[in-house]
């Protein structure tokens, strides 16, 4: 009789979906989520909650479920839910699509497609057209898709962004283009203090980043290597600059990445600086002497006339260098 019942246990459903409840709960720890949290989408759905309770709980409900269900006697039930929670899953992987990519979240939905087939029922090839159905196989075509479209985006994300220079630590990110003059000024005045990345806005932008980019390795700071870039590529003798395929290959690539990132958040002119907060140096009230490159103040830290906010903010004298050719510069 216990011969019976152990062969009824199905073991492969049964070992991933316990997998699926031990990942679960390990997410759901301040270690775990800490070592499983590896991009932005991690720490979003972390902090969501559905009816109260985190989405960790609700999947190691469902695979604990499904684990429970490989301990009895009817083997087709364990594989009808893990085929609708499978299902739940494509819904889940179509909003971490439209919303931020969330490697913890893909392992999740890893174990969920080995329950699920872990759990098929074997094909039994004395009938004819024994195979998949193909709502399954529209499932599974479609939970691909998004897995694959999901994974893409994380590994985009995990990739890291050439840095020019990197001392702000994260609290302000800079985007420059050799080709926009008021870049040069985020430079003077950001530089040591913030991480600059390159962006190509013209065409000749390319070989400008390259030879700043080999000042930046002899050692010059950014500040002193901007400048020195521009001086060069103005003489004629700049005509003879040139790189190597690869390098001009892989740095246009690192150069698309940076565009498409400033473009996926709607950025349309440079230089863009970003803060992780707010900067009450960069920012002063309008009763206080700002610093010159704040914002929305006149050079010598006067306050731009007109300012109801009581803060030099970014208003109509915001320097900026935009895609149009014609006009590249306001």
Same mark, same amino acid.
């Given at each position: 009789?216990?011969?019976? $019942? ?28 800490? +070592? ?9 759905? $972390? ?73 098929? #029922? ?6 004819? /057209?024994?195979?998949?159905? $193909? ?17 893409? /985006? ?10 020019? &220079?990197? +001392?702000?630590?994260? /609290? ?24 600059? *990345? ?14 700043? &980019? ?17 001086? &060069?590529?103005? $003489? #004629?003798?700049?005509?003879? *600059? ?28 440079? #230089? ?17 002497? +700002? ?34 050719? &014609?006009?590249?510069?306001?």
């Amino acid at each position: 009789m216990n011969n019976e $019942k152990r062969a009824s246990i199905q073991w492969g459903g049964l070992l991933f979906a316990l997998a699926g409840v031990v990942y679960c709960l390990t997410a759901l720890t301040e270690r775990g989520s800490q +070592a499983l949290c590896l991009t932005s989408g991690c720490a979003l759905f $972390k902090q969501l909650t559905i009816f109260g309770f985190s989405p960790w709980w609700f999947g190691a409900g469902a695979f604990l479920l499904i684990a429970l269900l490989c301990l009895q006697s009817k083997r087709l039930l364990p594989f009808i839910f893990a085929v609708f929670f499978l299902a739940l899953d494509c819904a889940f992987l179509l909003v971490m699509l439209f919303s931020a990519p969330c490697v913890s979240c893909l392992g999740a939905a890893l174990l969920f497609l080995c329950t699920c087939f872990a759990l098929k #029922p074997r094909p039994d090839f004395r009938r004819k /057209n024994e195979g998949p159905s $193909k709502p399954l196989m529209l499932l599974l075509f479609v939970w691909g898709v998004l897995f694959t479209a999901n994974l893409v /985006n994380a590994v985009n994300e995990l990739l890291p962004l050439r840095t020019l &220079e990197k +001392a702000g630590q994260g /609290n302000f990110v800079v985007y420059i283009s050799p080709s926009c003059p008021h870049c040069a000024d985020a430079v003077q005045a950001l530089g040591g203090r913030a991480d600059f *990345y390159a962006v190509s806005k013209e065409e000749g932008d390319l070989l400008k980043i390259a030879r700043l &980019e080999d000042l930046l390795a002899s050692g010059k700071p950014l500040k002193e290597a901007m400048p020195q870039m521009l001086a &060069e590529a103005a $003489k #004629p003798e700049w005509q003879s *600059y040139t790189i190597s395929p690869q390098r001009r290959l892989l740095l246009q690539w690192q150069l698309l990445r940076a565009k498409s990132r400033l473009a996926a958040n709607g950025f349309t002119a440079l #230089p863009v600086v970003q803060s992780n907060g707010f900067s009450r140096s960069l920012f002063a009230p309008a009763s206080q002497p +700002a610093p010159a490159f704040a914002p929305g103040t006149l050079s010598g830290g006067q306050s731009r006339p007109g300012d109801a906010s009581g803060f030099g903010l970014p208003g109509d004298d915001l320097g900026q260098c935009t895609g149009n050719t &014609e006009q590249p510069c306001d």
